[in-house]
């Protein structure tokens, strides 16, 4: 029933920018934390960042700077912006939502950013 799709995903140029998306769908996406997650080859899967329902920002950091997470409820859409990007921001990123649970208890399926001169 909930369901996350990611887009945006690509090749960007080493210093380049590129903004993912994740529609939401299923939820009460204006009361539902968001967040995401990033997997490199041969990595564990680490957080990002999320925004809360109201809309408060937080980061891991490492992202903080170059890495904003935004919302547009009458969409259902969070964003993920990457700036200044390098070949180590290279990983499939992967949209989530917060559940009933307060954790993070669904997912989408992931789109891949590489990152390169």
């Known amino acids: 029933q909930v369901q996350l799709v990611e887009t945006g995903g690509g090749w960007v140029q080493t210093g380049g920018s590129v903004k993912l998306s994740c529609v939401a769908s299923g939820l009460d996406f204006s009361k539902t934390t968001m967040g995401w997650f990033r997997q490199a080859p041969g990595k564990d899967r680490e957080w990002v960042g999320g925004?809360?329902?109201?809309?408060?920002?937080n980061y891991e950091d490492y992202a903080k700077g170059r890495f904003t997470i935004t919302r547009d409820n009458a969409k259902s859409t969070v964003y993920l912006k990457i700036d200044r990007a390098q070949p180590d921001d290279t990983a499939t990123y992967t949209c989530?939502?917060?559940?009933?649970?307060?954790?993070?208890?669904?997912w989408g399926q992931g789109t891949q950013v590489t990152v390169s001169t």
């Open positions: 925004v809360s329902w109201t809309n408060v920002e």
């Open positions: 989530a939502a917060v559940g009933s649970s307060r954790m993070y208890e669904y």
